[in-house]
């Protein structure tokens, strides 16, 4: 069973919609992760969390929006998608040591999303 | 550029059938070497970390191998809950602020 939740795991909106994928870890890991996951392709990281604070967004348009409440929880929130967005979304955690982060990621089953 | 690529991109066996997966990597200095098991649909597991050349895990008929180059995924021996998309990722000290770069992954199914 994975210790990283991630809700819903499936959403269907369309593209003048607002919605929020939810991820929660209890393994008191410092940096969450969001990746983003189409077809037959490897994970594409979009934006690294640490201590809380946003520390890489790799390019990622405005209608995705991070947030990090607190340690235990990250969001995205999605809003005016286009249809090509349809993937699934991967949630991370990890550990910081030193300050550095953890090639050890623990991911969560993921959100379906599919935008119409 | 860091590159890591991944080969076969599919392999079929048949159960009990031995075989290894390659993972060749270019990387200015490698912090560490992560291989994944991805179930479709579901997001990758954590299988091994390697961190210098010679070095190997295993974890029941898997087995995680490094060299200067490459890693070789060993699978000994396995049954069909062993089909999956197997997916090798580095770590380096260098331009890639510590991300994990992935390659494209092999998908392996075992047939009884």
């Known amino acids: 069973d994975t210790e990283v939740t991630q809700t819903p795991k499936h959403l269907v909106m369309g593209m003048t919609n607002k919605k929020s994928l939810k991820c929660e870890q209890h393994?008191?890991?410092?940096?969450m992760y969001w990746y983003k996951q189409k077809a037959k392709k490897p994970p594409e990281l979009m934006f690294v969390?640490?201590?809380?604070?946003?520390?890489i967004n790799e390019s990622v348009p405005s209608r995705f929006s991070p947030e990090c409440p607190n340690s235990s929880l990250l969001n995205l929130h999605l809003h005016a998608l286009q249809p090509e967005d349809s993937a699934l979304y991967l949630c991370?955690?990890?550990?910081?040591?030193?300050?550095?982060?953890?090639?050890?990621?623990?991911f969560g089953e993921g959100s379906r999303l599919t935008v119409l | 550029e860091d590159q890591v690529t991944q080969s076969p991109e599919a392999l079929r066996l048949q159960e009990g059938e031995s075989s290894s997966l390659n993972c060749s990597y270019t990387?200015?200095?490698?912090?560490?070497l992560f291989w994944y098991r991805q179930d479709p649909g579901k997001g990758p597991e954590f299988l091994f970390t390697?961190?210098?050349a010679g070095e190997e895990k295993e974890k029941e008929r898997l087995k995680a191998t490094l060299t200067k180059k490459e890693s070789f995924l060993h699978i000994t021996a396995p049954k069909p809950e062993d089909s999956a998309t197997y997916l090798c990722?580095?770590?380096?000290?260098?331009?890639?602020?510590?991300?994990?770069?992935f390659g494209k992954g092999t998908k392996l199914s075992v047939k009884p």
């Open positions: 991370a955690s990890s550990q910081l040591t030193s300050g550095r982060r953890t090639g050890e990621l623990f």
């Open positions: 393994m008191g890991h410092r940096a």
């Open positions: 969390y640490s201590y809380e604070k946003l520390s």
């Open positions: 990387v200015s200095g490698l912090r560490g």
């Open positions: 390697l961190y210098s």
């Open positions: 990722a580095v770590q380096d000290y260098g331009g890639s602020q510590g991300n994990l770069i």
